[in-house]
């Protein structure tokens, strides 16, 4: 069955601690990675597609990664504003369709 | 400036009262897309459309009816909400032409409460 499950389900960092947050999938015929990033009371904001193990997407301070099984978003020194839950999802290929499917998150507090 | 625009913001109604939940992207998108999402169990697909009068089903389709009549709107409808549809509900549109989750543009958000 088809999965994407995220890791760990809440992260509090120090303003400056940099750590990494992990999404790791197994689905059949992947099309893309992608990470969103939602605050508290809007829609989720898109932030990266990866498509092939080994690509690397930065922004700011947050870079991504992909692996075969999984995928890394990287968060440089973290500043309070980076807080939010950041949100994997996969597009894989089922049948003659493809489907999306997304993961339940991770919740990010960085203090000052 | 660029948006997806739901309508209501937040709705409290009861079992049985059709409600229907609007949807308006201004980007010129084909792709549009209904998701809820709940504690736990991540963004789910209700429908999606990849153009005027083509829409689909997702992976939660079922109590939902969607219609793509314009291609900047894509109303939801509950015909007959029941208290299992208590969620909040996004809006999505992108513009590759694919559709999927590449650069989806999502809305604000519906917070709905069936009692």
């Known amino acids: 069955e088809d999965q994407v499950t995220q890791s760990p389900e809440a992260l509090r960092l120090q303003e400056g601690e940099s750590s990494s947050l992990n999404c790791s999938y197994t689905?059949?015929?992947?099309?893309?990675l992608f990470w969103y990033r939602q605050d508290p009371g809007k829609g989720p904001e898109f932030l990266f597609t990866?498509?092939?193990a080994g690509e690397e997407k930065e922004k700011e301070r947050l870079k991504a990664t992909l692996t075969k099984k999984e995928s890394f978003l990287h968060i440089t020194a973290p500043k309070p504003e980076d807080s939010a839950t950041y949100l994997c999802?996969?597009?894989?290929?089922?049948?003659?369709?493809?489907?999306?499917?997304f993961g339940t998150g991770t919740r990010l507090q960085v203090f000052p | 400036e660029a948006q997806v625009t739901q309508n209501p913001r937040y709705l409290i109604t009861v079992t049985g009262k059709k409600l229907t939940v609007t949807c308006s992207q201004n980007?010129?998108?084909?792709?549009m897309s209904w998701y809820r999402q709940d504690p736990g169990l991540g963004l789910r697909q209700i429908y999606y459309?990849?153009?005027?009068?083509?829409?689909d089903k997702g992976d939660v389709p079922e109590g939902y009816k969607v219609s793509r009549k314009e291609k900047r709107n894509f109303p939801l409808i509950l015909e007959s909400p029941s208290p299992n549809q208590t969620s909040l509900y996004f809006c999505?549109?992108?513009?590759?032409?694919?559709?999927?989750?590449?650069?989806?543009?999502f809305g604000s958000g519906t917070q709905l409460s069936v009692l």
């Open positions: 999505a549109s992108t513009n590759t032409h694919r559709g999927g989750g590449e650069k989806l543009f």
């Open positions: 689905v059949s015929g992947l099309r893309g």
């Open positions: 990866l498509y092939s």
């Open positions: 999802a996969v597009q894989a290929n089922s049948g003659n369709t493809d489907k999306l499917i």
């Open positions: 980007m010129n998108h084909e792709y």
């Open positions: 459309s990849m153009n005027v009068e083509v829409t």
